[in-house]
């Protein structure tokens, strides 16, 4: 069962000189309930335009033109800003990629956390909410997390930055999970710990995830399907399974070929690069 379809997603950017940028262009998928689907390509491939559009957090000159995007039933596009509002957060939330811009370095990380249940469930008191927040602080592995409520971020490592933007989206146990690319700024043996703790949750919760990465490597470890994007077109989807040991697109196979492969490619041997001189949307889409 799916729990998000988008349908031939039209986002633009326009000049003032009539110029346009498509930056999706008439992009399809759907995430299931419950499953992890990544989205791949280069920068500039249009990744995280597809994200920010399901959020509805594009910006002047950027527009969505065209396309559906169904959840559960309800086409988010047709939302007024009030009712998209109420869904950002409590039924979406999005992983942002660097945590210390995201973070506001003036008020405590509980406080924060704190934002998006005063926001979202009003029902609560503000003990409750308190014992929610640090709830959602031990969930996400932030030791003693009663003291850290109090803490701001300046005083937090980078992994436990990106554990508290993870908690903030989680507080509201939205059902899908939006993150882009959160792994990017942190070191390997820290990046492993936020995969495995975005799988724990998924695990526990059942939220669906649309992960947001241009690092292959991070895609085999998490994905249960994946979408290959390039230059705002969708050339390639497939099961994460099908896609890793038969790739059928010239570009995705590019993408593959351009990973080391321990035991297989030679030391210091030069990589494989993903050809500019070819237009890879010439070749017909490999959608499965």
């Not at 957090?57 to 007024?80: A, M």
């Not at 300046?154 to 436990?160: C, D, E, N, V």
């Amino acid at each position: 069962m799916n729990l998000i379809e988008v349908k031939n997603l039209k986002t633009y950017f326009f000049s003032d000189e009539g110029e346009v940028n498509k930056a999706v262009n008439n992009v399809s998928f759907e995430i299931p309930q419950g499953k992890t689907v990544c989205i791949v390509g280069e920068s500039g491939s249009g990744k995280s335009i597809t994200a920010m559009s399901i959020m509805q957090l594009i910006d002047h000159p950027g527009r969505i033109v065209g396309g559906e995007i169904i959840l559960e039933e309800s086409n988010l596009l047709k939302l007024s800003d009030a009712q998209m509002r109420k869904v950002r957060g409590r039924d979406v939330a999005m992983i942002f990629q660097e945590p210390m811009t995201s973070l506001n370095p003036s008020y405590t990380v509980g406080y924060q956390i704190d934002e998006a249940l005063r926001l979202h469930h009003k029902e609560l008191n503000k003990q409750q909410r308190f014992d929610k927040v640090v709830e959602a602080l031990d969930l996400v592995g932030i030791p003693d997390p009663k003291e850290k409520y109090g803490e701001y971020p300046f005083k937090l490592s980078g992994g436990q930055r990106q554990r508290v933007m993870i908690a903030i989206a989680m507080a509201c146990e939205p059902k899908l999970l939006i993150a882009d690319e959160p792994t990017t700024a942190l070191d390997v043996t820290i990046q492993a710990q936020v995969l495995d703790l975005m799988k724990k949750l998924q695990d526990e919760t059942g939220t669906s995830i649309l992960f947001i990465t241009h690092d292959l490597a991070v895609v085999y470890q998490i994905a249960d399907e994946v979408v290959v994007m390039y230059r705002g077109h969708i050339v390639e989807k497939a099961s994460a399974k099908e896609l890793f040991e038969n790739p059928k697109h010239p570009y995705t196979k590019a993408l593959l070929n351009s990973i080391p492969k321990p035991g297989v490619t030679p030391r210091k041997s030069r990589l494989d690069t993903v050809d500019d001189t070819v237009d890879y949307l010439s070749f017909p889409k490999e959608i499965r």
